[in-house]
């Protein structure tokens, strides 16, 4: 059962002070470790020798960031992309290794503060809660990125086949058991999974199968059946005066999601709505909420795409899919939804508490990243509930085209309290994403309507692995410091 956080209070005072977590990840001790754990954040293409070349070498936190930053200049180098904090619109070439990179984003007094932060260890900041609490697993690092997005300049389609292919590999042997090793598929999950094993994976990191090979089989068929035993004992009081309210708003919003060929046809417009009726009616400490509906969208998709041939996840046609195979696909959904909203319940309560909470959490973090965009929204009366709310209560669903997502729940699957925690900082960095056009904007008008229609409808692989090896950063930077936060 979902339990408050002492977090909500701390934020929503007007002299909000973000504490020090209480619980201290395990400090990387060399720079082979942390190399190891985070390259693959970036997909770096650093040659392996050079990093054991390098593993002697003493690890502190500037090293630590200055590392990351290296390496997402280096990897917008290669690719031809500007960095998170430039421009959105793409360089034809890059830039020249005689060119000094660009600082990041923000303060660079960052540095600093997280090397103290790991350093010194304040005796008052152990009692004290901790509402940007720091993971404790670390992205592992893996051989290629996913979705086949690397560019044909850097890698010959052959070399990248084979990359692909030995990454593939080691998520079978990985799946293939007897016992799967969560925390392993967790660390090579963070930077995609391949499409072949992807819906095994989200079943495993999600927590709806176990980890032992042979119990699967049969908790598959007992949560199926156990599924269908809540339709055959709750559906048809659908159409019952005291859900006829919640089913009637269920039925309105279907239509509304995208993608529209997915949604439009019949058979997934009814197994939407059981599913979204019977979550529902089995938490009526939240009930219902806009917002739920679109999270069914990436569960199903993933796991019908074990079935069908579909080019494109927009494209997803069911009508030659098997009845018994869309049945248990429900189930499958059904569930796994049901986990991921068990750990951001309190997004979806009386008033939304936890959305306000982040909300407010977000308008902090990006005041002290660039106070110049946080400054531009205040002075342009822009207020972050204006367009983040909808950032929380649909995680980004609706700001990115579903392949995105799909990417992008890889890895918030991969992360402890990735759709809770580190959604957050994927927020920041979103934000920050478009600076440019954001200071370019003098007009209250046109600022929001900027922000609520952001120009990402080209978006790949590649774009959402920047995202997240930016909000990586943010995340190492200020999980450990919430001495950044102070005025």
Sequence with gaps: MWEPQPVAGSLLKSTAKMPTTPVKAKRVSTFQEFESNTSDAWDAGEDDDELLAMAAESLNSEVVMETANRVLRNHSQRQGRPTLQEGPELQQKPRPEAEPPSPPSGDLRLVKSVSESHT????????????????????????????????????????????????????????????????????????????????????????????????????LQRKQKEYFAFIEHYYDSRNDEVHQDTYRQIHIDIPRMSPEALILQPKVTEIFERILFIWAIRHPASGYVQGINDLVTPFFVVFICEYIEAEEVDTVDVSGVPAEVLRNIE??????????????????????????????????????????????????????????????????????????????WDTYQSEPEGFSHFHLYVCAAFLVRWRKEILEEKDFQELLLFLQNLPTAHWDDEDISLLLAEAYRLKFAFADAPNHYKK
């Design 331 to 408: 189930a499958d959904t059904y569930w796994c939804m049901s986990k991921l909203l068990d750990g951001i319940q309190d997004n979806y309560t009386f008033a939304q508490p936890g959305i306000q909470m982040k909300v407010k959490m977000l308008e902090e973090l990006v005041s002290r990243i660039d106070e110049q965009v946080h400054r531009h929204l205040d002075q342009h009366e822009v207020r972050y509930l204006q367009f983040a709310f909808r950032w929380m209560n649909n995680l980004l669903m609706r700001e990115v085209p579903l392949r995105c997502t799909i990417r992008l």
């Design 120 to 219: 010194s260890c304040p005796a008052e900041s152990a009692s004290d809660a901790a509402p940007l609490q720091r993971s404790q697993s670390l992205p592992h690092a893996a051989t290629v990125t996913l979705g086949g997005t690397s560019d044909p300049s850097t890698l010959s389609s052959s070399a990248l086949s084979e990359r692909e292919a030995s990454r593939l590999d080691k998520f079978k042997q990985l799946l293939a058991g007897p016992n799967t090793d969560l925390e392993e598929l967790r660390k090579l999950s963070w930077s995609g999974i391949p499409k072949p094993v992807r819906p095994m994976t989200w079943k495993l990191l999600s927590g709806y199968l176990p980890a032992n090979v042979d119990r699967r089989p049969a908790t």
